[in-house]
């Protein structure tokens, strides 16, 4: 019998875990990961992994015949390497009899509520039928505006989409720390309540090798991810059985533990909170209005508290909502088009514009 502290998991592996410094896949880390993934799998553990090193892996594999941007780089790289990183994982998966898939998404995948509703039912079925989703970016066709930050920001989404009770992230450092990394004084934080904001000039803006993500992105996805009710977990993966050992409650690992909302945010709020890419226009609201919405007492998005509206948009589309200081406060579904919105701009006794059901509210 074994003392695993949860039964649903996303584990995100970053790039600097996979691969050497030299850019090549890093067979032991891999098969070390794999290892760990297989015991909990065997445990009854349900685990999606979202894993970087595509591109990483690609660029140990072949040299441009000439000079390309960056774009063109990125592309022949994770086109390439993408086949060597799943091949490795599906050698060391096939050890013990456990067969992995791979899942290629890009964030346009999530712009309508049914397209985010197919990419969960895929994930959802891969797991009922006792197959490891392998998730990452297809970074072959992604190279537009509507990239995702880095593979934390998918893997807070893929977290959320299948309803994980914890987001681990495994990175090459032990968490979050109060000041440098490098410096002897600086310790980790052990846990970070929801709704804390951290001074930005103790978190290390330093980006990894071969990733384009860093700490603080880590750190507000991570507390996105704990709003919505997610424990999130940023702990050292270059650490002999650290994700056994940060799943069984009888040991002490060193991570930064980020503590959830108590109450789970619905799957639509969800959803709404990775859709601020998609916005089809902009509603202005008014120093009332900002104070109900950011207050305990939930409420909806009235009209009456509309000053301005900006961009096009059908009913049904996600708008951003901004402050009379043009600060983003939250993202909703709108229940007018603009030009009807437009139309009873600050009425009363008319239906909301956007209903506390559809509505997320950034801190």
Same mark, same amino acid.
């Given at each position: 019998?074994? %003392?695993?502290?949860?039964?649903?998991?996303?584990?995100?592996?970053?790039?600097?875990?996979?691969?050497? $410094?030299?850019?090549?896949?890093?067979?032991?880390?891999?098969?070390?990961?794999?290892?760990?993934?297989?015991?909990?799998?065997?445990?009854?553990?349900?685990? @999606?992994? /979202? $894993?970087?090193?595509? @591109?990483?892996?690609?660029?140990?594999?072949?040299?441009?015949?000439?000079?390309?941007?960056?774009?063109?780089?990125?592309?022949?790289?994770?086109? @390439?390497?993408? /086949?060597?990183?799943?091949?490795?994982?599906?050698?060391?998966?096939?050890?013990?009899?456990?067969? =992995?898939?791979?899942?290629?998404?890009?964030?346009?995948?999530?712009?309508?509520?049914?397209?985010?509703?197919?990419?969960?039912? =895929?994930?959802?079925?891969?797991?009922?039928?006792? *197959?490891?989703?392998? /998730?990452?970016?297809?970074?072959?066709?992604?190279?537009?505006?509507?990239?995702?930050?880095?593979?934390?920001?998918? $893997?807070?989404?893929?977290?959320?989409?299948?309803?994980?009770?914890?987001?681990?992230?495994?990175?090459?450092?032990?968490?979050?720390?109060?000041?440098?990394?490098?410096?002897?004084?600086?310790? *980790?934080?052990?846990?970070?309540?929801?709704?804390?904001?951290?001074?930005?000039?103790?978190?290390?803006?330093?980006?990894?090798?071969?990733?384009?993500?860093?700490?603080?992105?880590?750190?507000?996805?991570?507390?996105?991810?704990?709003?919505?009710?997610?424990?999130?977990?940023?702990?050292?993966?270059?650490?002999?059985?650290?994700?056994?050992?940060?799943?069984?409650?009888?040991?002490? *690992?060193?991570?930064?533990?980020? +503590?959830?909302?108590?109450?789970?945010?619905?799957?639509?709020?969800?959803?709404?909170?990775?859709?601020?890419?998609?916005?089809?226009?902009? @509603?202005?609201?008014?120093?009332?209005?900002?104070?109900?919405?950011?207050?305990?007492?939930?409420?909806?998005?009235?009209?009456?508290?509309?000053?301005?509206?900006?961009?096009?948009?059908?009913?049904?589309?996600? +708008?951003?909502?901004?402050?009379?200081?043009?600060?983003?406060?939250?993202?909703?579904?709108?229940?007018?088009?603009?030009?009807?919105?437009?139309?009873?701009?600050?009425?009363? %006794?008319?239906?909301?514009?956007?209903?506390?059901?559809?509505?997320?509210?950034?801190?």
């Amino acid at each position: 019998m074994n %003392n695993y502290r949860y039964k649903k998991i996303t584990v995100k592996v970053g790039s600097n875990v996979l691969t050497k $410094s030299d850019g090549t896949l890093n067979d032991e880390n891999m098969a070390h990961l794999v290892d760990q993934i297989a015991r909990l799998h065997k445990a009854g553990v349900e685990v @999606v992994l /979202v $894993s970087s090193g595509a @591109v990483a892996a690609g660029r140990s594999l072949i040299e441009p015949h000439k000079k390309l941007d960056t774009v063109s780089s990125r592309q022949l790289w994770s086109a @390439v390497g993408q /086949v060597k990183l799943i091949n490795h994982y599906a050698g060391y998966f096939q050890k013990y009899t456990i067969t =992995c898939a791979q899942v290629l998404t890009t964030k346009e995948n999530f712009s309508s509520r049914v397209h985010y509703l197919n990419m969960k039912n =895929c994930i959802s079925t891969l797991n009922e039928n006792g *197959v490891i989703p392998i /998730v990452n970016e297809n970074d072959t066709i992604s190279v537009t505006e509507l990239m995702f930050t880095d593979n934390d920001e998918l $893997s807070g989404l893929i977290a959320s989409l299948v309803n994980s009770e914890a987001l681990i992230i495994l990175s090459n450092i032990d968490g979050i720390y109060n000041g440098s990394p490098d410096l002897p004084e600086s310790k *980790v934080i052990a846990e970070i309540p929801v709704g804390t904001r951290l001074e930005s000039s103790i978190i290390s803006t330093q980006k990894s090798n071969f990733g384009r993500g860093g700490m603080m992105t880590k750190y507000n996805i991570a507390s996105k991810v704990a709003k919505e009710g997610i424990t999130v977990h940023i702990a050292n993966g270059m650490k002999k059985n650290v994700l056994l050992d940060l799943m069984d409650t009888s040991k002490t *690992v060193v991570n930064t533990r980020f +503590v959830p909302k108590s109450k789970k945010a619905s799957d639509v709020k969800k959803w709404i909170a990775y859709s601020e890419s998609f916005a089809k226009g902009e @509603v202005k609201i008014n120093e009332g209005a900002t104070k109900a919405l950011l207050s305990d007492k939930a409420t909806s998005l009235l009209l009456i508290g509309v000053v301005e509206i900006t961009g096009s948009f059908k009913k049904g589309d996600i +708008v951003r909502i901004k402050n009379e200081n043009n600060e983003l406060i939250g993202i909703g579904k709108s229940q007018y088009s603009s030009e009807k919105a437009t139309k009873v701009l600050g009425s009363k %006794n008319q239906q909301a514009l956007v209903h506390y059901d559809y509505l997320y509210l950034i801190d």
